[in-house]
């Protein structure tokens, strides 16, 4: 929003990054405010020990997305750097932890039929979603948004189920990938 950056500033933040947060945008802040921890410039940049996520198979039982965007865990496998190889790995973990939660705040507003719970529930969710790679999640989360906005409970209740089934799918996805990153 207009002037956030300011009344940040002005109540003693060093800099100020807004929300979506976008990969590039933190790597330039992280650069400018994290001193490098050698001097020499080529062993600063990150190399990648393997792909996080391999490419699908391209079976036909395929037809859903895949739950987690490669890209996105690449960059930020690349911001962690290689100093720093558990960074990722520590907000996957975070995130996991943090699902029960997530599914509870919004079945809790819709049991309640709170839509201003609701709303707020599934915008935190869906940028959480969004921050780790999960965009199938992240866009369901925003359609729930959605409903709840309109006070939808009728769209709300036919969208819970879509939204349980894809948290499993990026539980299952996310933890595969941990799991390969300790052996």
Request: negative net charge; aromatic residues 6%.
């Amino acid at each position: 929003l207009q002037g956030d950056r300011e009344l940040c500033l002005n109540a003693g933040m060093d800099d100020f990054l807004p929300k979506p947060v976008r990969v590039e945008d933190l790597k330039s802040k992280l650069d400018l405010w994290l001193v490098p921890k050698t001097k020499d410039p080529e062993a600063q940049e990150p190399r990648l020990p393997h792909d996080p996520l391999p490419p699908s198979s391209g079976s036909p039982a395929e037809a859903l997305p895949d739950p987690i965007a490669r890209t996105t865990i690449n960059e930020l496998l690349a911001l962690g750097g290689n100093e720093e190889p558990d960074f990722v790995y520590s907000l996957i973990y975070q995130f996991l932890e943090d699902l029960p939660r997530h599914l509870q705040s919004i079945e809790q507003a819709f049991q309640q039929h709170d839509s201003e719970a609701l709303v707020k529930a599934a915008h935190t969710f869906k940028g959480s979603a969004r921050y780790i790679g999960a965009f199938p999640l992240s866009r369901l989360c925003q359609q729930l948004e959605n409903f709840g906005r309109e006070q939808d409970f009728s769209a709300i209740e036919h969208h819970l189920p879509d939204i349980r089934t894809e948290i499993v799918r990026v539980r299952g996805a996310l933890q595969e990938l941990c799991s390969r990153s300790t052996t």
